[in-house]
């Protein structure tokens, strides 16, 4: 791992080498950096992968041509302790919950991280209503 850009976006170095690839861990949504817990997102990510070796399972590419993929150190899985440890949302597939569902309920009711705060505000909407930090 070379670098984390926010909270769902990290750069990795590959094995073999050459340019580090860009990585959107899959099935989570992590607060946009210029929104109420980002930097802590960011933070916390950054914090987790570290100076370690991360597997990457890449699914698909993005409209943005960022790798889509499952990240794990060692039997851990990145997406899922972000969403544990309130650092992010299950990201929601249609009407489906997404796979991070019952760690989400259960960072809620614990109050961790962003759901600490009664008004935090799922990416989406927070885009939808102030557009992109990047903007």
């Known amino acids: 791992m070379t ?11 590959l094995a073999g080498g050459g340019k580090p690839v860009k990585i959107r861990i899959d099935a989570i949504d992590a607060p946009e950096i210029c929104q109420t817990g980002g930097r802590a997102a960011r933070a916390a990510l950054a914090s987790r992968v570290a100076r ?16 889509v993929a ?5 039997t851990e899985d ?9 650092h992010a949302w299950s ?4 009407r489906e919950g997404g796979p991070y569902l ?5 960072a809620q009711l614990a109050g961790l991280g962003l759901f600490a705060d009664p008004q935090a505000l799922p990416p ?3 885009r939808k209503r102030n557009g992109s930090c990047h903007s």
């Open 52 to 67: 370690r070796t991360v597997t990457v399972a890449v699914l698909r590419h993005d409209d943005y041509g960022r790798a």
């Open 70 to 74: 499952n990240v794990q150190i060692g």
């Open 124 to 126: 989406r909407l927070f």
């Open 102 to 106: 019952k760690l989400q309920g259960r």
């Open 78 to 86: 990145i997406g899922g302790w972000m969403v544990g440890q309130g």
């Open 91 to 94: 990201y929601h597939y249609g």
């Open 3 to 13: 670098h984390v850009t926010d909270g769902d976006t990290l750069w990795v170095q």
